[in-house]
T-cell receptor, first 112, second 114 residues
Framework: DAGVIQSPRHEVTEMGQEVTLRCKPISGHNSLFWYRQTMMRGLELLIYFNNNVPIDDSGMPEDRFSAKMPNASFSTLKIQPSEPRDSAVYFC??????????FGQGTRLTVV | DQQVKQNSPSLSVQEGRISILNCDYTNSMFDYFLWYKKYPAEGPTFLISISSIKDKNEDGRFTVFLNKSAKHLSLHIVPSQPGDSAVYFCAALGRGVGGFKTIFGAGTRLFVKA
C-alpha cells in the first residue's frame, strides 16, 4: 500500500479564494482524521470520520471549513473563503479502529 | 483546552546520552498513549505506545513510562543518536462519540548533537 496520499503537497492561494485539500486513506482503514499543524498548538484535530460518517467536527475552527468523505477511499477538506490565518500544514491520517494512525505527507497551505 | 500538553518546546542532548521527553494529560479516560516522530516535510510516524493499564513499554532504544496518578508520561531514548533529531509528539487515544480519536500535544523538538 502506498500509504495515505494527500494532494496537493503545496498550495498558494489568494485571500478569499476557495481551497480544497484531498486525501486518500489506506485501503481497509475505517477511520480518517484531518489535523492542522501550528507552532502554538501542535497537531489540532479538526474532524474525524468513522466508516465515512463525520463523528466529531468540534475542532473545525469556523463555518468556512467543511469536510466530506463520499466513500471509503476519498476525503476532502474545503476552506471557503480562505484567510491568511488559515496558512498551516494540513495532515490527513487514517487508522483501523483502535490502532495507531498513519499520516500523509501533508499539504502546506499559504494564503496571501 | 489542551488535553495533552508538552511543556518543553525543545530539548538538546549530546550523542550517546539519554533523551527524556515529557508529556502531561488531563483526561483520565484515555486508553492508550502514543509517541510519534516527525521529520521536516514529512508526516508524523508512529514510534511507540503504551496501554493505560501498564506503566512501562520498551522497544529497543525507546522506552515509554506512564504514571497514571500524576497523569504523566515520558519517552526515554538511550543512547541518543543524531538521527533521532526530530519533533516528537505525545498523543492520547480514547473513545469519542461513535469512534476513537487521537489527541496530540504541541510537540517537542529534539536536537541530538554529535
Amino acid at each position: 500500500d502506498a500509504g495515505v496520499i494527500q494532494s496537493p503537497r503545496h498550495e498558494v492561494t489568494e485571500m478569499g479564494q476557495e481551497v480544497t485539500l484531498r486525501c486518500k486513506p489506506i485501503s481497509g482503514h475505517n477511520s480518517l482524521f484531518w489535523y492542522r499543524q501550528t507552532m502554538m498548538r501542535g497537531l489540532e484535530l479538526l474532524i474525524y470520520f468513522n466508516n465515512n460518517v463525520p463523528i466529531d467536527d468540534s475542532g473545525m475552527p469556523e463555518d468556512r471549513f467543511s469536510a466530506k468523505m463520499p466513500n471509503a477511499s476519498f476525503s476532502t477538506l474545503k476552506i471557503q473563503p480562505s484567510e491568511p490565518r488559515d496558512s498551516a500544514v494540513y495532515f490527513c491520517a487514517s487508522s483501523l479502529s483502535f490502532q495507531e494512525a498513519f499520516f500523509g505527507q501533508g499539504t502546506r497551505l499559504t494564503v496571501v | 483546552d489542551q488535553q495533552v500538553k508538552q511543556n518543553s518546546p525543545s530539548l538538546s542532548v549530546q550523542e550517546g546520552r539519554i533523551s527524556i521527553l515529557n508529556c502531561d494529560y488531563t483526561n483520565s479516560m484515555f486508553d492508550y498513549f502514543l509517541w510519534y516522530k516527525k521529520y521536516p516535510a514529512e508526516g508524523p510516524t508512529f514510534l511507540i505506545s503504551i496501554s493505560s493499564i501498564k506503566d512501562k513499554n520498551e522497544d529497543g532504544r525507546f522506552t515509554v513510562f506512564l504514571n497514571k496518578s500524576a497523569k504523566h508520561l515520558s519517552l526515554h531514548i538511550v543512547p541518543s543518536q543524531p538521527g533521532d533529531s526530530a519533533v516528537y509528539f505525545c498523543a492520547a487515544l480514547g473513545r469519542g462519540v461513535g469512534g476513537f480519536k487521537t489527541i496530540f500535544g504541541a510537540g517537542t523538538r529534539l536536537f541530538v548533537k554529535a
